[in-house]
C-alpha cells in the first residue's frame, strides 16, 4: 500500500522548472509558463500533486543528484544515453515527424537497426516514467500523461497499477492513418495500445482526435474501451493582459518601434524556430509581397521572433540557419539606409514577444501542421489597435479562430502574399471588430478550465 502519495499527478518530458549552474558553486532554479503550469494551478497548493519529469540538462542533473527540487516536482535523472535516444531519437525526429507530416519520403524515414536500437530507448524512458507514477501514486490517484514523448507510458502504467485512473493528452497533431503507416506495423500497434492503455485520451481538436480513432480503426480494430475527448486549450486573457503592461514590456516595445520606423505598419510572427513552424516560407511570402507590391517598399516591416529549438538536431540547425540566410537576403535585396525590411530576433524574450504582440498591424501564423498554435491566440488578446490575423488552416487553432481570421495553405507562398496584402489593408474598423470576435474566441477555454474539465472527466 502506499503511502503519503499524490493523488493527481501529471507526467512530461520537460517539467516546470529548470536548473543551470549559478557560477558560484550552485543552482539557480527557472519557472517555465504554458497551459500545463497554469492548469495545475487550478487545484490549489492544499491538493496533493505531483510533477513527474525529466532532468533535461547537466543542471537538472546535478540538481536530482544534490537532492534540490521545488514541492511537487519530482526529476527523473534517466540515462542521458538512453533520454537523448528517446527524446531526440524517437520523439522528436520520428513521432514528431509524422504527426507533422515533416518527412522528405524519398530518402526518409529508414526504419533500420539503428531506429529498433533507439526504439528500445524509448521503451526504456517511457518505463522509467510508469515506474516513477507506480511508486507515488495514491490509491486510485488520477495520472495525467502527456502527449507523444509518453506515448507507452499509460499501457505499462496500467499492468503495474490497475486501481489507477489514467488520462493522456496530445498536444500535437495526429497523422491521418495513411501517413501514420509510415512506421513499422508492430512500433505503431504498440504505439497505438500503449495510449489505449489509459482510461482516457485527451486531443486538441477533433480533427485530431478523429485522425487518432481512424489510426486505430486501421491497426488496432478500434478504440476498445479508452474514452476520447477534445479540450482545444485557449489563451490565459487575465495574465496575459497584466503581463503586457508591465515596464519592460514597454521598454521592448520602445525598442521595435526604433527598429520599425515611424508610421511603417508591421507583420509579426513568434515562433520557437520549428520545422512545422513554415518560417522560411513566410519570409518567401513576404519577399513575394515587396516584389509584386512594391508600393509596401518602405511603408512595412516584417518583425521575425524566432527563438532556436532542439539544437541537438542537425536539421534544426540547418532550419535556424536557413531563416537567418533568408532574412538577410531580403534585408540585401529591398533594404535601404532608412529601412530594415526584415528585423530578427533569436533570443528568447517573453517581454519582446509581448511587445512584438501589441504591436502587430499582422500577426502571421502560417505552420505546415501544428497541434493548436498558441501565438494565434494570444495576439488578437493584447493587441493594442487591433491585429488582422492570417491563419494556416493546418493549424489546430483555425478550428476555433478560422471564420475571423484570414485563411492560408501554409504550401502556397503566392497565396500567403496576398493574404499579406489583404491584412495589410483590411480597414481599421474591420481589423478592430475581427480582434474582439478574436480574442472572445481564443480565451474561450482558459488553462485552468481546460486542466480541470480534463480532470473531472478522467474522474467521472
Ligand atoms: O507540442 C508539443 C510540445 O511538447 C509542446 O508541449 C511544447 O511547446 C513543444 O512541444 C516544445 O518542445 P520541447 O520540449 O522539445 O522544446
Known sequence: MVTDAAQILVASNRGPVSYSPDGKGGLDARRG???????????????????VCAA????????????????GVRMLDIDPAIHSDAYNGIANSVLWFVHHMLYQTPLEPVFDREFRRQWGAYRAYNRAFAEALAADAAQGAAVLVQDYHLALVPGMLRQMRPDLRIGHFTHTPWAPPDYFGLLPDDVAEELLRGMLGADR????????ADAFAACCER??????????????????????RERAHRPDVAEQMAQLREQVGEGRRTIVRVDRTELSKNIVRGLLAY???????PEWRERVVHIALAYPSRQDLAVYREYTA????IAAEINERYG?????????HVKDDFARSLAAYRLADVALVNPIRDGMNLVAKEVPVVSDAGCALVLSREAGAHWDLG?????????????????LHAALTMPDGERAERTKRLSAAATSLPPRRWFLDQLEALRA
Not at 485520451?201 to 485530431?208: H, I
Open 219 to 240: 491497426v488496432t480494430g478500434g478504440t476498445g474501451t479508452t474514452a476520447i475527448g477534445v479540450h482545444g486549450l485557449g489563451a490565459d486573457a487575465d495574465f496575459l
Open 33 to 51: 509558463g504554458g497551459g500545463l503550469v497554469s492548469g495545475l494551478s487550478a487545484i490549489g497548493s492544499d491538493a496533493q500533486s505531483l510533477w
Open 287 to 293: 519577399q513575394e509581397l515587396l516584389e509584386t507590391r
Open 336 to 344: 535601404t539606409a532608412g529601412w530594415t525590411p526584415v528585423v530578427v
Open 322 to 325: 536557413e531563416v537567418s540566410r
Open 56 to 71: 533535461l540538462g547537466e543542471g537538472d542533473r546535478e540538481a536530482v543528484r544534490r537532492g534540490v527540487s521545488e514541492p
Open 403 to 419: 471564420e475571423e481570421a484570414i485563411t492560408v495553405n501554409p504550401y502556397d507562398v503566392t497565396g500567403t502574399a496576398e493574404a
Open 201 to 208: 485520451l485527451g486531443f486538441l481538436t477533433r480533427r485530431w
